[in-house]
């Protein structure tokens, strides 16, 4: 069973105009979300979190947004660039150890693409 | 300031075979995870160290062991090798928040 869920495998994007993925989750005790960026034949990059303590966090281009009552979370990339094409992944964690320190479970991913 | 480094990058196995991969934390970080990565999915959680002692452990059977050093490193041992086995292994390092992630070490079992 699948607790964090990317339902779309792909986006493709326009250079300059916004890119959103979107991650649902389905178990309430998840009390931290993080995104990660994957180039092939390289590991995943850390690019931003969220606490569930909050509904908003925000690091240049990239914005996380959290809404608890729908169990999803969404990643706005403002403006896309070519540079953004990867595999993003959406995590969570159970904070038993506080944080992101907890195991992170991983959706599957989407590959955005963005078009010059 | 290195990141969080693997070796090897590459390796094939026969299966049955035992296999042992290593990791190097980034500087200042003392917890080490291990997670696998088939293909065309997500990560997923082996285990996690924390001061020498396996803290945390996903669904992953006991052919799957490791190990961690007083300065911090870590190893990923399995045993009895299976087809099934063959996926990215990827080691995250953390100390108070997000946790980094190296760039890997691709396992094939033949």
């Known amino acids: 069973d699948q607790q964090v869920k990317q339902n779309s495998p792909s986006l493709s994007v326009q250079e300059g105009r916004i890119s959103i993925l979107n991650c649902d989750y389905t178990?309430?005790?998840?009390?931290?979300f993080l995104w990660y960026k994957k180039y092939p034949a390289e590991g995943p990059t850390f690019l931003i979190s969220?606490?569930?303590?909050?509904d908003k966090n925000e690091d240049g281009r990239f914005t996380v947004f959290l809404n608890k009552s729908a169990k999803h979370l969404s990643l706005h990339i403002v403006p896309s660039q070519p540079g953004d094409s990867a595999v993003y992944f959406c995590?969570?964690?159970?904070?038993?150890?506080?944080?992101?320190?907890?195991?992170?479970?991983f959706g599957k991913g989407t590959k955005l693409s963005v078009k010059p | 300031d290195a990141g969080v480094t693997q070796s090897p990058t590459h390796l094939i196995k026969t299966r049955g075979q035992q296999v042992t991969l290593r990791c190097s934390p980034k500087?200042?970080?003392?917890?080490v995870s291990w997670y696998q990565q088939a293909l065309g999915q997500g990560p997923q959680f082996i285990f996690q160290y924390y001061e020498e002692e396996e803290r945390q452990r996903g669904n992953f059977p006991d052919r799957f062991s490791g190990h961690q050093f007083p300065n911090y490193s870590s190893e990923l041992n399995v045993n009895a090798l299976l087809l099934g086995d063959s996926a990215l292994y990827l080691c995250a390092s953390s100390r108070l928040y997000e946790q980094y992630f190296g760039p890997g070490t691709r396992l094939t079992v033949t």
């Open positions: 500087s200042g970080h003392d917890t």
């Open positions: 178990n309430s005790m998840f009390d931290y």
């Open positions: 995590a969570a964690s159970k904070g038993q150890y506080g944080g992101s320190q907890g195991n992170l479970i």
């Open positions: 969220i606490s569930s303590i909050k």
